[in-house]
């Protein structure tokens, strides 16, 4: 728990590393021109947003108006300095509603469609989307923490909840539920009759017996489902059908919850949906071998912190854990399989029982696959061909088919640089794309830059969503310029 806490502080949402390193663009890869081509003054945030580390914009896409077109869902925070500033509150926190007008471009029409309050709770590091009330629309679901206030002595560590913008008659409101806690994880599930709820899990409360989870009524409020389900990691998890129960829900997979556990994946099976249900612990799956132990060193701690190495496709790695995946077919019509990704530091001269900085450990991260057979996880194997490893500071990514061939493709969302394709195919290999389809991140607030990959106007090719995940300069005032790119063929063509 504690590795992974303080580990948090180097894999957290708004951190700063060296941006990754761009593959240099060869005679050989097309012009980004060919695939996109950008739409101008397309979207922007309302807001001046301080570049000062605590702050955070969490995005999503999706159509909140049922008129085919994606609009797009922002998460403010700010955390207000703990000098000058007065007290610990937020600053900002607030969802913003960016509406896709007919001609492409965006307007915060927020108050039109968000009924009440536009506060979250504190910073969200995780967003899902399904639809939660049964009514048709869709919804959104947070996992809400302090983590971009952590650094304050009284930054309320556990006094978030999960929060939810759900449809309502008339809009949107914000519900938030569950107990307080610092929650990174969330997700939805169906129970045995398919009615959707909402579960997740925090770093800071002791384990409940069972996980908490929620259904949705159509006023937006929240309700506790009775359901005994597995205690899921704080980590990330999914949860899904494999099929074989009338229970919609019957599998979770998730990373490694408890130490030195961080690098396996770790699951459960629904062995009978009758009553509350009941669930099995799956015989877990470690990615690589654990090699021995490394100690890290924190500024202004004098006591290391223990963790494993591990070794992994001939490197070792330390200090890290698996904190986002996301659930693929891997091929049309397969079984669904989790990618998990694994972010750590690279430690390339180890010996048993080295203490090590974090200014020693150059960022490395790397993506793996496991599936559950029988009451085992089994790994898959992900042909990753050119992954980007090393200095890619990556927390979000996506499994989804973006260029309409069948197969689900890896999409990853980096900090502080453009995204990153692989596609993958029939010869069972994921290829790299390179950065020579999508046009370079040149704005001022490109070193806080993220991305997303979405057909947002329904023409069935992909389009680019270019964005600050957090703070940036502070000679930006107001309304903050954002990019949107729209696709004209499709990516591997
Ligand atoms: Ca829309
Ligand atoms: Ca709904
Ligand atoms: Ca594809
Ligand atoms: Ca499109």
Redesign the pocket.
């Known amino acids: 728990m504690k590795v992974l806490r303080q580990f948090l502080a180097i894999a957290g949402g708004a951190m700063a590393l060296t941006a990754a390193t761009a593959d240099t663009a060869s005679a050989t890869q097309p012009a980004w021109q060919d695939y996109f081509t950008e739409v101008s003054k397309a979207w922007y945030i309302p807001v001046y947003y301080p570049g000062r580390g605590q702050s955070n914009i969490t995005t999503a896409v999706v159509d909140l108006n049922g008129d085919g077109r994606k609009d797009i869902v922002l998460h403010l925070y700010a955390h207000r300095y703990d000098n000058g500033e007065t007290g610990t509150k937020p600053a900002f926190n607030k969802m913003v509603l960016m509406i896709q007008q007919a001609n492409g471009r965006f307007v915060d029409e927020t108050k039109n469609y968000l009924i009440g309050s536009r506060d979250l709770g504190g910073v969200s590091r995780k967003v899902k989307i399904g639809d939660l009330n049964g009514d048709g629309r869709p919804d959104l679901v947070y996992a809400v923490n302090q983590e971009d206030g952590r650094n304050f002595p009284n930054a309320h560590y556990a006094d978030a909840q999960l929060a939810a913008v759900i449809s309502v008659p008339g809009g949107y409101k914000v519900t938030r539920f569950g107990r307080p806690n610092w929650y990174h994880s969330v997700n939805i599930g169906q129970d045995a009759s398919g009615r959707s709820f909402a579960m997740g899990e925090g770093f800071s409360q002791p384990s409940a017996q069972y996980g908490e989870s929620f259904y949705f009524d159509a006023n937006g409020a929240a309700i506790a489902t009775g359901l005994q389900l597995p205690t899921v990691s704080a980590g990330s998890f999914e949860i899904y059908n494999k099929g074989g129960l009338a229970f919609k829900s019957d599998t979770i997979l998730q990373g490694g919850s408890s130490y030195p556990n961080y690098y396996a994946a770790e699951g459960f099976r629904l062995v009978s949906s009758a009553g509350a249900g009941t669930w099995s612990k799956l015989t877990s799956l470690a990615f690589g071998t654990v090699v021995g132990t490394a100690n890290l060193l924190y500024p202004g701690n004098p006591n290391p912190a223990p963790g494993p190495v591990l070794n992994i496709r001939g490197k070792n790695i330390f200090g890290g854990a698996i904190f986002e995946n996301c659930r693929i077919h891997m091929q049309p019509g397969a079984a669904p399989s989790v990618v998990f990704h694994l972010g750590a530091g690279l430690l390339p001269d180890f010996y048993e029982g080295i203490t090590v900085k974090q200014s020693d450990l150059k960022p490395f991260s790397t993506f793996v696959a496991a599936r559950v057979a029988g009451d085992k996880i089994v790994p898959v194997t992900l042909n990753l061909r050119r992954e980007v490893q090393i200095d890619n500071n990556v927390n979000f990514f996506d499994c989804k088919d973006v260029n309409a061939d069948g197969y689900e493709d890896l999409v990853v969302y980096p900090y502080g640089s453009q995204v990153q394709v692989y596609l993958n195919g029939p010869t069972r290999r994921f290829e790299y794309q390179g950065t020579g389809p999508f046009p370079p991140i040149t704005d001022v607030w490109q070193y806080s830059a993220t991305t997303i990959l979405e ?9 680019l969503l270019v964005f600050p995940a957090n703070g940036m300069p502070d000679q930006l005032t107001g309304r903050v310029p954002c990019r949107l790119y ?2 004209k063929k499709q990516l591997g063509t």
């Open positions: 057909d947002m106007d329904g023409d069935g090719i992909a389009d729209k696709g």
